[in-house]
């Protein structure tokens, strides 16, 4: 029998992930509360980042197996993740730009990783996301600031396949993804994050409904909230908006250093 799968959200988007015989830690910020200026010309971008601590001491998830980085901006991959993780530990990243920037943090172990992976016997596909609008993207200044952001699907054989979204709004390569893949379990980032003057640059509460209608048996979890200044949708909200439309049942909205098994 396998083990069972257990998702843990640390804080924001920072997970660590028992998946397939192996412990994922994905897009770890280990800074302590306030460590940072919010982020400029974004939503209460006078409030310090962190806004909360951590759960637990950061070397409670120092030791995996590998880490995987959807990409770089600084609540994904903090210089204290950087400092604190063994050098000699595997990262896996989306492209050779952010190899060569996690080398330069000293890592021996850096990977890029292609359309489909396979790691030992598990499959991992990367999949397409985008940090912003169309508007946005416009915008050369703005489109080098988002940059580019992946996702990632877990797969293996008899165990439930996991889709992390990543940092994106709804796009058709996420819907395609979805209907591809046909994930049972769904993390989505739905802090609705705020850039001034061009909006959300993440998902939000309506991208829930979305992938719940496109996935009615998946298991969505919510996560990417109440951590950075932009970040404008709460859990309390988000928990109210499942409440009206019936999706406790399909709709885990996680507190920081909460466990999940499957």
Known sequence: MSDPIKIQLVRNATLFVHYGGARFLIDPMFADKGAYPGFPGTYRAELRNPLVDLPLPP??????DLVLLTHLHPDHWDAVAAERLPKETPVYVQNEDDAEKVKADGFSKVNVLEQENQWGEMQIFKTVCQHGSDDLFEVP????????????????????TIYLIGDTIWIDEVEEALMKHEPDIVIMNTGNAQVNGFGNIIMGQEDVLRVHQLLPKATIIAIHMEAINHCALSRKDLKAFVDQNQLNDYVIIPEDGEEMRF
């Open 59 to 64: 070397h409670t998830w120092l030791k995996p």
């Open 141 to 160: 200044e703005m489109a080098a600031r988002m940059g580019s952001v992946s996702g990632y699907v877990f797969k293996k054989a008899n165990e439930k």
